[in-house]
Structure formats: structure tokens, C-alpha cells
């Protein structure tokens, strides 16, 4: 069985963070042990949440003894960082993974920001970029975070287009809008692709955490990154057509974690 590093944000009753990341893995048959960068009771959109940035010691303490127990890690994702120190010990952990599978993927989710706000303290969104995100094999940001990362704006899909084919690594981008239509545009070695569907008024938290832990269990479990990216897209899009219908306040993964492995696709479109 593969194994994936999952760090991330807990929060014991939000459908976010590592709860979604990890269920993915597990639900494509991918073993996730979880790091948690935060402890807290609920998702700060709702409220005051409870709980604290976990204290890098106790982080620290807790790879030292998964370390100990020598197991063959496949990936490292990396989503929520709390602080600086949370940045560098995953990217301590990513070396510490490379050194024992060279082959193992890093998952880059830079959690910063969206729509011109940062959700994070500014040297910690510069640390994800200095400390986290030039280790990654695949980031999957949204736009605006890409666009931070690049330092580089752009107005239309065609921009970041000229943006991916300028920059060093695959990427999945979501959150990108191309004729009526929002989606993720993926960079990978067969080329561009976007997978894009309708637009929400609104969805519920969790959806890009999802995108990710989907995204690298189908790739650890032998598929290309162009379908990856479409199975993982089209899944998550599912799911928030069953939160909208159904006036779900968080992200439906247990309900509808069916379309994990049996999704309804999305069309896809290479782009030139």
C-alpha cells in the first residue's frame, strides 16, 4: 500500500484541511498519516474556532517517532501552515522523505490567500514560497496564489497560460474562469488542459483540500497527472453540485464520497 505525509490544519468539525486531504488518500486506497499544523474546533469562517497553531516542538516530536518506525513514505503533502517554523520543518520532512524514496512526490498546496486577501500572516505566506513551494513536484494553488507565487498578475486565462508554460513545475490551478465557465487549469508533461464548469453562487470550505489529496491518490495509484487532474476536478465540482442542491453547510466529502472512485467527468480541453 502507498503512503502519504499529510500536513495540514486539523479541525475537529469542518470539512477542511487534512480531514479532506486524508479521506481522499484513504478513500483511493492511499495510507495518510497526518501532521497537524493547527488543532481547532471548527473552521474560522464560522466563528471563533477554538484551539491554537500546534507548537512546532510537539510537530517535531511527532516525525521523530514516524520516522522511527521506518516506513516507506510515497508522498508529502503539505496544505495549512500555522507558522514560519511549521514551513521549515515540512520542508526538514521533505528531505528527510527524499533521502530514504528518492521517487516520492512533494504536494505543494500553498494555503495563503484568494481574491487579492491573504488568509495567513505575510511572512508566512512568504516562507510557503521560499521554504515549500520551489521543493514541490505538482503545486495546486488557486490563481491568485499563483499569481503570488510567480509575482506576476494576469487577466484571462491566456495569461496564465503564457504564466504555466514560463514556470519551472506542474502545477493545478483552480479557481481559473474561462468562458462563463470556473475550473482548474493543469500544467503537466502531456501539456495544458482545463477542466471547467459552471459556476456557484457559493460553496462550502474544503473543495482545494480535497483537489489536492485527490490529485496525488490518483496519481500514486498509477494515473497520468491529465487524467488525475480531471478525475480529482470533476469530483469536487460533484460534490458542490450536492452542496448547493442540498444546502449542505460543509463540504459533503462522507456523503458523497461514491464519486471519489466513480466520478462524472468533465470535458476536458487541451490547450495550444
Given amino acids: ?8 490544519s486539523q479541525v ?16 483511493l486506497g492511499v495510507d495518510a498519516i497526518v501532521l497537524p499544523t493547527t488543532l481547532m474546533g471548527r473552521h474560522p469562517g464560522w466563528g471563533p474556532p477554538g484551539g491554537e497553531v500546534t507548537p512546532t516542538k510537539i510537530l517535531s516530536d511527532m516525525w521523530s517517532g514516524i520516522a522511527a518506525q521506518n516506513l516507506q513514505i510515497d508522498a508529502v503533502i503539505t496544505g495549512y501552515m500555522g507558522s514560519v517554523e511549521n514551513t521549515e520543518l515540512a520542508n526538514k520532512i521533505f528531505s528527510d522523505v527524499k533521502s530514504k524514496n528518492p521517487s516520492a512526490l512533494i504536494i505543494v498546496d500553498p494555503v495563503m490567500g484568494d481574491a487579492g486577501k ?8 512568504e516562507a510557503i514560497m521560499q521554504n515549500l513551494t ?4 505538482i503545486i495546486t ?11 506576476r498578475d494576469f487577466d484571462d486565462i491566456h495569461a496564465l497560460k503564457s504564466a504555466l508554460l514560463d514556470y519551472s513545475g506542474c502545477a493545478l490551478v483552480t ?15 502531456k501539456g495544458l488542459t482545463y477542466i471547467g464548469h459552471e459556476a456557484f453562487q457559493t460553496v462550502p470550505n474544503g ?16 494515473k497520468s497527472e491529465e487524467d488525475a487532474a480531471r478525475r ?29 472512485s466513480a466520478p462524472d467527468l468533465l470535458k476536458m480541453d487541451r490547450l495550444h
Avoid at 475537529?12 to 486524508?22: K, L, Y
Avoid at 474561462?178 to 503537466?188: F, K, P, Q, T
Fill in 175 to 189: 479557481s481559473v474562469k474561462h468562458n462563463e465557465r470556473i475550473g482548474a487549469l493543469s500544467y503537466h508533461p
Fill in 207 to 222: 473543495g482545494g483540500d480535497a483537489v489536492t489529496g485527490l490529485l496525488t491518490g490518483h496519481i500514486m495509484t498509477g
Fill in 12 to 27: 475537529a468539525a469542518s470539512a477542511v484541511g487534512a480531514n479532506n486531504t486524508a479521506f481522499c488518500l484513504r478513500r
Fill in 141 to 151: 494553488p488557486n490563481s491568485w496564489e499563483f499569481s503570488q507565487i510567480i509575482r
Fill in 1 to 8: 500500500m502507498k503512503r502519504a505525509i499529510v500536513i495540514s
Fill in 118 to 125: 491573504l488568509y495567513v500572516p505575510v511572512e508566512v505566506a
Fill in 232 to 260: 480529482s476536478v470533476s469530483t469536487v465540482f460533484g460534490m458542490m453540485q450536492y452542496a448547493v442542491t442540498q444546502d449542505t453547510s460543509e463540504f459533503p466529502l462522507t456523503a458523497c464520497q461514491n464519486l471519489i
Fill in 134 to 137: 520551489p521543493k514541490a513536484d
